[in-house]
């Protein structure tokens, strides 16, 4: 049983939006902290914005200004609302729970094109 499933990954022209969801199960969404990692070909998987059960956040800084992380709790659920995209945000998009242990999804494409 997967415990995180994201969605909505896609393909882009730069400067469009995407939105990002990743659904939790219950058993570990709670007293958590989540965040959205991405990795590009032949790159490092970096973090991309952490949110805490309380609800701070924290960015990387190219993402800052441009991408915003939120959670509704009532669905168990973390998004990532991309703006003003840019090539270089072109990766695979991972969802992360750290709880007792860290709980990874299956990863979702984000192509944008210039």
């Known amino acids: 049983q997967r415990q995180l499933v994201e969605s909505g990954g896609g393909l882009v022209q730069a400067g469009g939006s995407l939105r990002l969801s990743c659904a939790a199960s219950?058993?570990?969404?709670?007293?958590?902290?989540m965040g959205w990692y991405r990795q590009a070909p032949g790159k490092q998987r970096e973090l991309v914005a952490v949110?805490?059960?309380?609800?701070?956040?924290n960015y990387a800084e190219s993402v800052k200004g441009r991408f915003t992380v939120s959670k509704d709790n009532a669905k168990n659920t973390v998004y990532l609302q991309m703006n003003s995209l840019k090539p270089e945000d072109t990766a695979v998009y991972y969802c992360?729970?750290?709880?007792?242990?860290?709980?990874w999804g299956q990863g979702t494409q984000v192509t944008v094109s210039s």
């Open positions: 949110i805490s059960s309380g609800g701070s956040t």
């Open positions: 219950g058993s570990i969404f709670s007293n958590n902290l």
């Open positions: 992360n729970c750290k709880k007792s242990r860290d709980y």
